[in-house]
């Protein structure tokens, strides 16, 4: 049985030692989910909604001490952490009051004297989560899919264990069957062997594309089902008639937020050379008034990255983008764990900086010479989360969205997740949507009724 422990990254003081679970450990809560699995079912979706509303208003009640878990465990700005906990019981109410209208019998017309789509569970579905947002990233899955009658596994990012753990004593706690929702701790090797036991029905994993790309394979192999969120290199593309005063916030915080360490930030931000150089200096100018110090202080917006290795790797991106001619306008410091904000400039396409996503605090700030070549930029990514523009012609914006293949495309605004809207990417992004009806209906069969009488 293999130890580790979880570490505070802002101070590296150990918080817990943790024990691997066994194959039998596994195998076991594997059999507790599947024994509830009919009942479970059954229970009334009024029932399950009122579950849902209890375990909203008790993530509203712990928030202060779910915040302090997650900014102990992986370094998040303690404000931050609060309201990632509100956004989950958000999603928790959003379901409550839609799911039964969601999950409802979709009627069709057809020769049958009736005919329609039942929407039923799967069964068990195995979660593999990230440790960016370690309770969102969690509850957008469990709050949809337990709430259409499946039960589930969750394999948290190892340094996120304590989070893992209290999310599944908040099932517990709400009124959950116990074996409705259970946490896992195990590698690699378990899991690929859990993914092949006949009793997961389905695997859902948000992490890197090789992590995406090996699940995949394995749950191919074994004709299982897979909704993949596999990070983005997200643009920012600013037109020359954008309001820079109303909405260098935003910028801002689309970047920065988290320390950097969102899939959806905004990593390579391509300016129209009219408005670039005012772009450059406003930007800046709100980058370093950022408040920088020890995330479980409320005023602090930048802490420190979740792990040293993960900083390490920022910084040869870094080194390999200014080898190439990228400049530093600003930062480009690390000590550990802690990762200045960071301006480059002078970025090309060529550089690690503009074809990779860039998980840390770092802005590629890009020059484009016209509306057309800054669209073609954008579009220029393996990945296709998503895309924010900034602009005050909305008319030629909207013709434009089809333009870049992405999930998601927000016009004046960060791209972000709302439980009422579909969340998902493209290309190497992903596949597969969470939130709204298209995530609650990702893991049912939409099976065909046909009834002659």
Known sequence: MKN????????????ETYSNDTENTITAKLDKALAIEASWANVPIEEKCELLTKIADLLLDRKEEYAELITKEMGKPISQSIEEIKKC???????????????ADELIATDADESFISNDPLGCILAIMPWNYPFWQVIRFAAPTLTAGNTALLKHAQNVTGC??????LFIDAGYPKGCFQSIKTEHEEIEKLIANDGIKAVTLTGSEKAGKS???????????????LGGNNACIVWEDAN?????????????????QSCIAAKRFIVCEDIY????????????????????????FIGVMAREDLAKTLQEQIDVSIKKGAKVSLGNKRDGAF??????????????????ETFGPVAAIIKAKDRKEAI???????LGLGSMLFTEDIDEAMNVISDIPDGGFFVNDMVKSDPRLPFGGTKASGYGRELSREGILEFVNKKTVYIKK
């Open 376 to 382: 073609e930029m954008a579009a220029n990514s393996r």
């Open 244 to 260: 820079l005063k109303k909405h260098m916030d935003t910028m801002v915080s689309a970047r920065m937020q988290n320390t950097g």
């Open 164 to 169: 893992s753990i209290a999310i599944e004593k």
């Open 339 to 356: 990762f200045s904000p960071t301006i480059l400039t002078n970025v090309k396409v060529d550089m690690p900086v503009f074809e990779e």
């Open 215 to 229: 699940i995949a394979r394995t749950a191919g192999e074994n004709l299982k089902k897979t909704v993949l969120e």
């Open 277 to 300: 150089d005012s772009f450059l200096e406003q930007f800046t100018e709100k980058v370093k008034a950022l408040k920088i110090g020890d995330p479980m202080q409320k005023d602090t």
């Open 4 to 15: 580790f422990q979880s570490r505070n990254p802002y101070n590296g003081d150990i918080l």
């Open 89 to 103: 019981a958000w999603a928790c109410d959003f379901y409550a009051l839609n799911a039964e209208d969601l999950l």
